[in-house]
C-alpha cells in the first residue's frame, strides 16, 4: 500500500494556508493542482463536519498524466500495473467536525471484499477505480483520445467509482477527495527532510524493498516508501501495513506541523512543488476555507482507526483471497466514530502515578454514558503475572459505571481477550474502549448474557482512553477485526 502521503500532502496544503507566510503563497500552490469534477452536487459544502476520502493511487503517471520513468519506477520498487489498471492501495476516510478539531480517519483495507458501484460486481474495493479506469480508457480510445487527456479522463472515472463504491460500503457522504501517486510520496517525504518512525523488530522484505532495523529512525524517498508498502514478513500482513500507514501519517502530519517545516522556506517551496506533481483534488475543494476552518486543530488531534473486519483470508470466487467485511458492522463502526468526534465528551485531567492500570482513564465518560454502563457486569481475569493488575483494570470499570463482578487469576497468556455472549457485542466494545489497548473480542457460550469477562495478557498496558478501539475475533476462527488501537499525530507510536 501506498500510505501516508495523501495525508500528508493535504496537511501540507492546509499548513501553508495557515502560517503568516502561507496565505501569500496559497495562489501558487492551489493555482497548479489537478482537479477532477467529481462529488455529488448535494455534498458540496464549504462549512460544517466534512468527509474527505484520502487515496494512494498505484499509478504510473504524475498528477498530469504523464508516464514516470522506468528509472524512478526501478528505484521505487513500483512493479506492474495490476490487472491492467491502477488501483486504490490506500483508502482513508477523515472526519473532520464543524469546528475543525478532533478529526479522526479510518483505513479500509484495500483488499476489503465488497459490492463495487457501477455494474461491475463483487470484488475487491481496490479494484472499484480499476475497473472503472479500464472501462472508461477503452471508450475514450475509441473516441480517439490518446496520452496525458486520455490517462486523466481515465483516472477521473476511477476515482468517480471509488467514490460511489466508498459512500455506498460504508454509509457516508463523501464531501471531498484527494489523491496522491507514487513518485509524489517519494518526492513530498523528501522535501520535509524525512520523517521519524520507530519498529519492534528489524525487517527485511524484498519485495517491497524493505530493511530496516529496531527501533526509532529517520526515513524519507525510497525507504519511505518501502516502510508502508511492507507487508510480507509482518506478523499480521495488511493489518499490520495498515497500522504502519497509520503511524507514518500521523508521524508525518506531526513533522509537518512542526516549525521546522513551517519556518524553512526552503522546504516549503520544495513541498508546494512536489504537491503540485503528484495531488488530484475535487474540482470544488475551496482549500483557502477549509485551511480557517482547521485553524484549531494540531497534529495530535488526528487519530486513525481501521474498519471491523470478519475474516482476512476469505476465499472468494474469482478474486482469490481477500478481506470478509460486514457492511452493516462498518455502518455501524462509522457513524459511531463520527458521532463521537462531531460530540465529545468533556475532558477530565488525566490521572498520574506509575500504575497506569489502575489510573483513571485519560478520556472520561459523561454522566449519562456512566449510568448506560451500570447494565454490565466486568470480570476482569489477570493473565499477564503482574500482580494486582486485575483489581487496578476493575477499578478503572468500575469507576466508568461498570458493574464489578469480581477479579481472577488466569493462565499466562501473551495476548489479552474479552470474551462476551452472543448479541453482547457492543458491551464488550464499550468495556475494551474503556480499556483503551489492543484487545481481542470473542464470542463465547459459558459467558453469561450481560456479562463482559476481560482476560488479560501480557501485551496490556494499561487504558489509553475511549478513543481507543479493539481488535476482535471469532470464535468459529474468522477474524473479527475492529479497529486496533488509535494512533495519534504525536508522540512515539511503535509497531510491527
Keep these: 500500500m501506498r500510505a501516508g502521503r495523501t495525508v500528508l500532502a493535504l496537511v501540507s496544503a492546509l499548513v501553508l494556508c495557515l502560517t503568516w507566510y502561507g496565505w501569500a503563497t496559497v495562489d501558487k500552490l492551489t493555482s497548479g493542482l489537478t482537479r477532477f469534477n467529481l462529488i455529488d452536487p448535494s455534498a458540496k459544502q464549504t462549512t460544517g463536519p466534512q468527509n474527505i476520502l484520502l487515496v494512494g493511487i498505484d499509478t504510473r503517471t504524475d498528477a498530469q498524466g504523464n508516464p514516470l520513468s522506468q528509472d524512478v519506477l526501478n528505484q521505487l520498487h513500483a512493479g506492474d500495473a495490476e490487472d491492467g489498471g491502477d488501483a486504490t492501495d490506500t483508502m482513508i476516510v477523515i472526519h473532520i467536525p464543524a469546528g475543525g478539531a478532533g478529526a479522526v480517519a479510518f483505513s479500509i483495507p484495500r483488499d476489503s471484499y465488497v459490492q463495487l458501484t457501477g455494474d461491475f460486481g463483487k470484488h475487491k474495493i481496490n479494484s472499484a477505480y480499476t475497473y472503472a479506469e479500464v472501462a472508461a480508457t477503452k471508450q475514450l480510445r475509441a473516441q480517439g483520445v490518446t496520452g496525458a487527456q486520455l490517462a486523466l479522463q481515465a483516472a477521473q472515472a476511477g476515482a468517480k467509482n471509488s467514490i460511489d463504491t466508498i459512500e455506498q460500503f460504508t454509509g457516508i457522504q463523501i464531501n471531498h477527495f484527494a489523491s496522491v501517486n507514487l513518485v509524489g510520496f517519494y518526492d513530498i517525504s523528501q522535501a520535509i527532510g524525512g520523517v521519524q518512525v520507530c519498529l519492534n523488530k528489524a525487517t527485511h522484505d524484498s519485495f517491497s524493498g524493505a530493511s530496516f532495523p529496531a527501533g526509532q529512525q529517520t526515513i524519507s524517498g525510497a525507504q519511505a516508501l518501502a516502510f508502508v508498502r511492507q507487508r510480507h514478513g509482518l506478523p499480521n500482513g495488511d493489518l499490520d501495513r495498515i497500522k504502519r500507514q497509520q503511524v507514518f501519517m500521523a508521524a508525518m502530519a506531526h513533522e509537518v506541523l512542526s516549525a521546522g517545516v513551517l519556518t524553512n522556506q526552503s522546504k516549503l517551496d520544495s513541498l508546494i512543488s512536489a504537491i503540485q506533481k503528484s495531488i488530484t483534488l475535487d474540482q470544488d475543494w475551496d482549500v483557502l476555507s477549509f485551511a480557517q476552518q482547521l485553524q484549531g486543530m494540531s497534529a495530535g488531534q488526528i487519530q486513525f482507526f481501521t474498519i471491523p473486519i470478519v475474516n482476512i483470508t476469505y ?10 467485511v460486514n457492511p452493516a458492522a462498518v455502518q455501524s463502526f462509522v457513524q459511531n466514530l463520527v458521532h463521537n468526534a462531531d460530540n465529545p465528551p468533556t475532558t477530565q485531567p488525566a490521572a498520574s502515578g506509575a500504575n497506569k492500570a489502575a489510573a483513571k482513564p485519560a478520556t472520561p465518560t459523561t454522566t449519562a454514558n456512566t449510568a448506560a454502563n451500570a447494565g454490565i457486569t466486568a470480570q476482569v481475569y489477570n493473565a499477564s503475572g ?22 481472577g487469576n488466569g493462565t499466562t497468556r501473551t495476548t489479552s481477550v474479552i470474551d462476551y455472549a452472543a448479541g ?70 511503535c509497531i510491527n
Design 315 to 324: 476465499q472468494t470466487p474469482v478474486d482469490g483471497d481477500a478481506v470478509e
Design 386 to 407: 503482574a500482580q494486582g493488575l486485575a483489581s487496578g483494570v476493575l477499578g478503572v470499570l468500575t469507576g466508568q459505571g461498570f458493574t464489578s463482578g469480581g477479579t
Design 424 to 493: 453482547d457485542q457492543a458491551a464488550a466494545q464499550k468495556v475494551a474502549a474503556a480499556l483503551g489497548g489492543n484487545i481481542t473480542l470473542v464470542t463465547s457460550k459459558v459467558v453469561k448474557t450481560g456479562t463482559i469477562r476481560v482476560y488479560l495478557g501480557k501485551d496490556y498496558a494499561g487504558p489509553k482512553g475511549t478513543g481507543s478501539t479493539p481488535k476482535a475475533t471469532t470464535s468459529g476462527g474468522g477474524t473479527t477485526t475492529a479497529a486496533p488501537p488509535a494512533i495519534t499525530a504525536s508522540g512515539q507510536n
